[in-house]
């Protein structure tokens, strides 16, 4: 069954504006990571958090996690064009990856 | 280079056949995955291998088979294919078993069953 939930299931903002996207799972992790899939392509590795770390930062990407409440959030600064894709966060459980069913996110030029 | 790369990027056929899909990895990764995206954009794992050995069967139709004759290769066979096993599929590689390192996906096989 899917763990991760990402929400919102759709986003839509300006060029140059912050977009955040968020992850909820249902059972205790050993991390938890964010992907990245253009339309047509296979998903993209982003970032991968553990679950004693609260925050990574990777370029224009910035990561967090809360354990206590079973969320992640991704945030991506002054979005581009090429940011356009959907998001998914994959929880890791049991040894196996349980993934939710993305965001999908359009950055408006 | 390409990475993680499968063939064909897409197979349209007809119900009852039987078809293969290929994968082959060249990072050296030494687990292998297949996943299944429906429609929704749902990604599900079917299948699992480390070192040529199955180690995640997830519930799939046993007419789902798969078959790693090298680390580097994965490939998947069905049979008497189903109007529901339209997807796409994806594999992906990564060193390690257990999700604790980040997998590399091939760009999928958009399966179509008329």
């Known amino acids: 069954s899917q763990q991760g939930e990402e929400d919102p299931q759709a986003l839509s903002i300006q060029e140059g504006e912050n977009a955040t996207m968020n992850c909820s799972y249902k059972?205790?992790?050993?991390?938890l990571q964010w992907y990245r899939q253009n339309s047509g392509r296979g998903l993209v590795h982003l970032i991968l958090i553990r679950s004693n770390e609260r925050e990574k930062h990777s370029g224009r990407l910035r990561v967090t996690l809360d354990t206590s409440k079973k969320s992640s959030s991704l945030l991506i600064t002054a979005s581009r064009a090429a940011d356009t894709a959907s998001y998914f966060c994959?929880?890791?459980?049991?040894?196996?990856?349980?993934w939710g069913a993305g965001t999908k996110l359009i950055i408006k030029p | 280079d390409t990475a993680v790369s499968q063939t064909p990027k897409y197979l349209v056929t007809q119900m009852g056949n039987d078809k293969s899909i290929k994968c082959e990895q060249n990072l050296g990764h030494d687990t292998m995955y297949w996943y299944k995206q429906d429609s929704k954009k749902f990604l599900k794992i079917m299948f699992s291998y480390n070192n040529k050995e199955l180690i995640i069967n997830e519930t799939v139709p046993n007419r789902f088979s798969p078959k790693s004759p090298d680390k580097a290769h994965l490939n998947l066979h069905i049979n008497s294919l189903e109007l529901g096993d339209s997807a796409v599929y994806f594999c992906?590689?990564?060193?390690?078993?257990?999700?604790?390192?980040?997998?590399?996906f091939g760009d999928g096989t958009r399966l179509s069953i008329l």
């Open positions: 992906a590689s990564s060193q390690g078993t257990g999700g604790l390192q980040p997998q590399h």
């Open positions: 994959a929880t890791l459980s049991n040894y196996q990856l349980i």
């Open positions: 059972t205790s992790i050993n991390n």
